[in-house]
Nanobody, 122 residues
Framework: VQLQASGGGLVQAGGSLRLSCAAS????????MGWFRQAPGKEREFVAA????????YNEGSVKGRFTISRDNAKNTVYLQMNSLKPEDTAVYYC????????????????WGQGTQVTVSS
């Protein structure tokens, strides 16, 4: 399984970015996908997750109301629309996938992408 994340970049505070993560090499159908982020010197933080059936979980304390996760099952791709970005959203964003149900908020996924840098300037 390979996960390819893209869409990161530099944006001013208040701006928007859309991250994509495409999964390939899948030998299974039912799985969940999530986004995590890691800022320098900090632990990896849960952002959002979505299951095959569309159940969604957000880190309500930091991103709910600003970020939206979605997926295209036909393309094996998950998206993260990020609006009203803040400097504290600056981090490397990682997508992850797991074939069985887990606690989607914990970094226990079996497969991880390489990360994409998001930088929000003030």
């Amino acid at each position: 399984v390979q996960l390819q994340a893209s869409g990161g970049g530099l944006v001013q505070a208040g701006g928007s970015l859309r991250l994509s993560c495409a999964a390939s090499g899948l030998a299974f159908v039912v799985y969940g996908m999530g986004w995590f982020r890691q800022a320098p010197g900090k632990e990896r933080e849960f952002v959002a997750a979505i299951t095959m059936t569309g159940d969604i979980t957000y880190n309500e304390g930091s991103v709910k109301g600003r970020f939206t996760i979605s997926r295209d099952n036909a393309k094996n791709t998950v998206y993260l629309q990020m609006n009203s970005l803040k400097p504290e959203d600056t981090a490397v964003y990682y997508c992850a996938l797991n074939p069985q149900t887990i606690d989607w908020m914990k970094p226990q996924y079996d497969y991880w992408g390489q990360g994409t840098q998001v930088t929000v300037s003030s």
